[in-house]
């Protein structure tokens, strides 16, 4: 009885490793052509918020693609138009540390020698 207790327990343990083994931030958004993407996570993963034009305050219906709030929660971002450079700051309407992201460009906002730290992104402007 107790060995077959035991190689139930090692079935479930199999099963609940085959759920949890592809790690979730492989699967990260690529950025498509003439989209600006902006991700939770550093190294353009984890979630993501695409914008095409404008500009935007990240107030509370602005949410990445899992649902969670954008502002105050970037972590990397990754300019793929052809012709927009992207402008993000610190608070609304442009106020505060501010970074240029031009056409092509990605960058991680790890606080690491960067302007603007890590979940700190508030704005976002995309102009010619
Ligand atoms: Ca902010």
Redesign the pocket.
């Known amino acids: 009885m107790k060995k077959r207790m035991a190689a139930a327990a090692a079935v479930a343990a199999a099963v609940t490793g085959l759920v949890v083994s592809p790690a979730p931030a492989q699967a990260a958004y690529a950025c498509q052509t003439g989209e600006v993407c902006i991700y939770e996570d550093v190294n353009l993963r984890g979630s993501v918020l695409i914008i095409y034009s404008g500009a935007h305050n ?1 107030l509370p219906d602005w949410h990445f693609y899992n649902g969670n709030a954008a ?2 929660a970037a972590s990397s971002i990754i300019n793929r138009s052809t012709t927009l450079t992207a402008r993000i ?4 309407d442009a106020q ?1 540390k501010s970074l240029w992201v031009p056409p092509g460009e990605q960058l991680n906002l790890n606080g690491k020698g960067l302007v603007l730290a890590d979940n ?4 976002i402007s995309l102009t010619r």
């Not at 700051?89 to 609304?92: A, N, Y």
């Not at 700190?120 to 704005?123: D, H, R, T």
């Open positions: 990240f502002n105050d700051t610190e608070d609304f505060g700190s992104m508030s704005y």
